[in-house]
């Protein structure tokens, strides 16, 4: 029996160093250790041999057995090494062939393009650029802008609130931002006078229409100091209209009303499209309406009583003022583009977008 099991050993160490291949090699396991092979047959049958004869040929199969393994498991790691080798070699890549042409490469969205536009105008004014949470709180978003408890722009109708049903009164409401105004008292709070910020974000309104989103972003400013005056705002916004819309602009500021602000303006832009509100063939300025201003923004005096409520933090209002202002960016973007309808800016559509790039 040992000497058909040193016969069989033999055979198949033959027959794993003759494989040619990974296939090869599988055929020669199957056939001399597969299930049916005889090797595993006689170690199963060891039991049913004469006493005498079952330790030697049990040792005999098994080393015999754990020899086949080994030498398969070397003969597979010379064939893949063999194979990989031929592969590479067959897969060779010709680097004097010229590559694939690059990649068209992206271009930036208009809307960041005017965000930045409109940034680095108020950085090379003095401004600093600051942020903050667009989940805010109701004291921040209303309360400390001096918003009255009664204004309609609290309401659920006006106001992206995060819980479901929420105390619209509870200054620890939480709510998606209307404004970035919020982040002009979180500066306040965080930064003594003089302060000078401008505020990219975007906001959130409960509006959708050719000229409104529920999501839109604005810039707003606002300079603290001694002795600011509207003289000072009215400096800054005309600075402002002639590095985004050309030269020889004229701003107006026209009286309006907004909560954290007084007195507060609209402020407007004298076209930079037509000739006095009409065009070269006598046809309306289709960008002013023939009213060859264009309102632009909002803006005014920050109001004593916001100050109260950064008093503490080095904010005394009979000792400071400041003037706020707030912009859409998508609104400047469609002014300075020409862009008819607001929702163009968010379909994604390549071949509009890259009229901007």
């Known amino acids: 029996m040992n000497d058909r099991i040193a016969d069989i050993r033999t055979q198949a160490a033959e027959a794993i160093a003759n494989a040619a291949d990974t296939e090869a090699l599988e055929a020669v396991r199957i056939q001399y250790l597969g299930r049916k092979a005889e090797l595993p047959n006689l170690l199963r049958n060891v039991a049913s041999l004469p006493a005498a004869e079952r330790a030697a040929t049990g040792k005999a199969a098994n ?8 030498a398969i498991d070397a003969r597979t790691r010379e064939l893949a090494a063999q194979e990989l080798e031929q592969r590479l070699e067959r897969d060779r890549v010709d680097i004097s062939l010229d590559g694939d042409p690059a990649p068209q490469t992206g271009r930036r969205h208009l809307i960041t393009q005017t ?18 949470p667009e989940v805010e709180t109701v004291y921040y ?24 049903t929420p105390d619209i009164f509870d200054p620890q409401a939480r709510l998606l931002r209307v404004h970035t105004s919020p982040v002009q008292i979180r500066a306040m709070e965080q930064h003594p006078p003089p302060l000078y910020i401008v505020i990219p974000g975007r906001t959130y309104r409960p509006d959708n229409d050719a000229t409104h989103t529920p999501q839109f972003h604005q810039v707003e400013g606002l300079a603290v100091d001694t002795d600011i005056t509207l003289g000072d705002l009215q400096g800054t916004l005309l600075a402002f209209a002639r590095a985004i819309f050309g030269d020889g602009r004229r701003v107006r500021l026209r009286p309006h009303f907004f909560p954290f602000t007084e007195p507060s303006v609209e402020v407007d832009v004298s076209c930079f499209n ?15 309406r ?68």
Not at 141 to 153: E, I, Q, R, V, Y
Not at 336 to 356: A, C, G, I, T, W
């Open 63 to 70: 080393e015999a057995r754990k020899a086949l393994e080994a």
């Open 115 to 132: 965000r930045r536009e409109i940034e680095d105008v108020f950085i090379g004014l003095g401004f600093n650029v600051a942020d903050g």
């Open 141 to 164: 978003n209303f309360d400390a802008l001096n918003f009255d408890s009664t204004h309609p722009s609290r309401l659920m109708s006006d106001t992206f609130y995060v819980e479901p």
């Open 274 to 288: 037509c000739n006095q509100g009409y065009m070269p063939d006598g046809s309306r300025c289709p960008v002013c």
């Open 290 to 357: 023939g009213e060859s201003w264009i309102e632009i923004l909002g803006a005014g005096m920050v109001d004593p009583n916001v100050f109260e409520y950064v008093r503490n933090h080095g904010y005394d209002p009979e000792q400071i003022q400041g003037f706020a202002f707030g912009m859409g960016v998508e609104r400047i973007a469609m002014l300075k583009h020409s862009v008819p309808d607001l929702r163009l800016l968010y379909d994604n559509d390549v071949r509009f977008l890259e009229q901007f790039g």
